[in-house]
């Protein structure tokens, strides 16, 4: 660790996510810790966990071991659709369109075109020929409003969106998918929730620990980077959550909440911090926020400099470095495709 290293680490334990540069949150990571395709099974994935015992390394499988009859874990339901458009202009020219929400208004969506700024608005993307969709305009952070001019342009030809580091075709369209997706509208998984198997949950059950489903539909909020010199500037894009109010019941009575990924977080903190049980959410949870409702999290090991590694910090503050450089140590897998940690905030809070 250099002099700059070590004066901003003590930096880091005085003050709050807010006042630190985003480079706080980097870390060296090589290209061969990245996971390029899923472990099989699911289940078999490595485990971290960092509890008051100390750190520990189990799989996934173990899970059920982990937790204690009442604790109620909490998973994210939502589907990943099939979102990313490879199409072209009527010119030849290969564009590559990826929807992010409708707009509201009849086949339009807000998405992310590429090459974006060589694509004027009123560009006709084709398909095999045929006149598919138009760019309409444009919206701030690079996004482009985008109409499908066919209703099943998705089911005809589009592809489930991969994150852009994970390079290998993936055999099975359906391991990008948790076990227990039925919400369609995301555009990336809840990444923690694909190690759980129908075996795991029905472990838990036998345990008497409970699971409860919410809904994020997970978009630009969730995996843009942060871009800004300091954390402070950082924009968070809004996603659309729900939670039913027998669900929430469940949240509210239970001893121990465990929320499975970093969305099922900013789900149950959204609802407690804005007071409603749906809507939109622009939560960027840093380390000054007051956490309400999520005691233990399931989550992977994150991009370096993204919101989710702030949100981690916050989580258990900066000792997520030494747990993230022993994992790198002891060869686990990193994020989408990779292995996972179990965090224990009341434990670790300093």
């Known amino acids: 660790m250099t ?11 005085e003050g709050t996510d807010r006042e630190l540069p985003t480079s706080f949150f980097d870390y060296d990571l090589p290209a061969s810790a990245i996971a390029q395709t899923p472990i099989e099974p699911r289940d078999a994935a490595r485990l971290l966990v960092a509890d ?24 994210n339901d939502t589907k990943v ?9 009527a010119t030849g020219g290969a564009i590559e369109v990826l929807l992010l929400e ?18 004027r608005d009123d560009t006709v993307l084709v398909f095999d020929g045929d006149e598919v969709a138009v760019i309409n305009g444009r919206l701030d952070d690079g996004r482009r409003l985008v109409t499908l001019l066919v209703d099943d342009l998705m089911e005809r030809q589009g592809q489930i969106p991969l994150p852009p580091y994970i390079t290998e075709p993936l055999a099975d369209p359906d391991r990008y998918q948790t076990v227990f997706a039925r919400e369609p509208g995301s555009v990336a998984a809840p990444t923690a929730g694909l190690h759980l198997t129908q075996e795991v949950l029905d472990d838990l059950a036998g345990k008497g620990v409970g699971v409860a489903r919410v809904e994020l539909r997970v978009g630009l909020g969730t995996f843009r980077p942060i871009s800004a010199d300091q954390v402070s500037d950082h924009v968070m894009h809004a996603e659309t959550y729900r939670i039913e109010a027998d669900v929430w019941r469940r949240i509210e009575e239970a001893p121990r909440v465990v929320a499975v990924g970093t969305t099922v977080v900013r789900t149950l903190e959204s609802a407690a911090a804005l007071g409603r049980l749906s809507g939109s959410t622009e939560l960027f949870i840093t380390r000054d926020h007051e956490w309400k409702v999520v005691d233990r999290l399931l989550t992977n090991f994150h991009v370096p400099q993204s919101s989710l590694l702030v949100l981690v910090d916050s989580f258990v503050g900066p000792r997520w470095k030494e747990l993230y450089a022993e994992a790198l140590a002891e060869g686990y897998r990193f994020l989408s495709f990779g292995d996972a940690m179990l965090l224990d905030r009341r434990t670790l809070e300093t």
């Open 3 to 13: 002099t700059d290293d070590a004066t901003l680490d003590q930096q880091a334990g």
């Open 52 to 75: 008051a015992d100390g750190v520990r390394h189990r799989t996934v499988a173990d899970l059920p071991a982990l937790l204690e009859p009442g604790d109620l874990l909490v998973i």
């Open 81 to 89: 659709i099939p979102a990313r458009l490879r199409l072209h202009k």
């Open 102 to 119: 409708p707009t509201g208004r009849s086949r339009e969506w807000q998405a992310l075109v590429r090459p974006g700024k060589r694509v």
